[in-house]
């Protein structure tokens, strides 16, 4: 019930186009859904994040869409660039039992994302 | 420059040998935490830590230890009791302290592999 499913495993995308990622969870406690980047050999880095009162996030060409009833966000890159071909991994914060704050990250497997010049 | 630092970034270890990855923050964060990343695969939490003198442990925890003496450093082991140690090992860190969500920050990685 804490897992986080990622879909597609990867993804080629035209110089240009639109990438789509979804995510999906179940477990409701579920309470903030960051995106993160990473770069081959590299950290990730936090890309953009939403919270569950919100059903959309925008920050430049990424947006967030967020359906609480159908427990699934997803990821939205427009006007993909070279530049972006990354992974990607979404991910969902469970409230800490013991100190009632930000708890622990559960991961999506992640997409790898190429964009195509 | 704030920052997670993690060292060695190439790190090569014989089979039934201890070794520790080391973690330092510099952001004053109250959390840091393991993670463990294979090819195709998400990352998976080993430890992580709320507040100095105290952790939990993650998902995959056997076959690793750690400890948090000191609020910017939490270094990881991996025993020699961890079968399949050879991955890409991430450190992360966050301010918890008064914020109900967990934005992560994440250091360079460090890669193991066991010859």
């Known amino acids: 019930q804490q897992q986080v499913k990622q879909s597609p495993q990867s993804l080629i995308v035209q110089k240009g186009g639109i990438s789509i990622i979804n995510c999906a969870y179940e477990?409701?406690?579920?309470?903030?859904f960051p995106w993160y980047q990473q770069f081959p050999g590299k950290g990730p880095a936090l890309l953009i994040a939403?919270?569950?009162?919100?059903s959309e996030k925008k920050e430049g060409r990424f947006t967030i869409s967020f359906n609480k009833s159908a427990k699934q966000f997803s990821l939205h890159i427009m006007d993909s660039q070279p530049g972006d071909s990354a992974t990607y991994f979404c991910?969902?914060?469970?409230?800490?039992?013991?100190?009632?704050?930000?708890?622990?990250?559960?991961f999506g497997q992640g997409t790898e994302l190429s964009v195509k010049p | 420059d704030g920052g997670i630092t993690q060292s060695p970034k190439y790190l090569f270890r014989k089979e039934g040998q201890n070794v520790t990855l080391s973690c330092e923050q510099n952001?004053?964060?109250?959390?840091m935490y393991w993670y463990r990343q294979d090819p195709g695969q998400g990352l998976r939490l080993i430890y992580y830590?709320?507040?100095?003198?105290?952790?939990q442990k993650g998902d995959i925890a056997e076959g690793y230890s750690v400890s948090r003496e000191k609020k910017e450093s939490f270094p990881l082991t991996v025993t020699s009791a961890q079968k399949n140690p050879t991955a890409f090992y991430l450190c992360?860190?966050?301010?918890?302290?008064?914020?109900?969500?967990?934005?992560?920050?994440f250091g360079p990685g460090t890669r193991l592999t066991v010859l």
């Open positions: 992360a860190s966050s301010e918890t302290s008064n914020l109900p969500y967990n934005e992560q920050f």
């Open positions: 477990n409701t406690a579920f309470d903030y």
């Open positions: 939403i919270r569950p009162d919100v």
């Open positions: 991910a969902a914060s469970i409230p800490s039992p013991i100190y009632n704050q930000g708890g622990k990250l559960i």
């Open positions: 952001l004053n964060h109250d959390a």
């Open positions: 830590s709320q507040i100095v003198n105290d952790f």
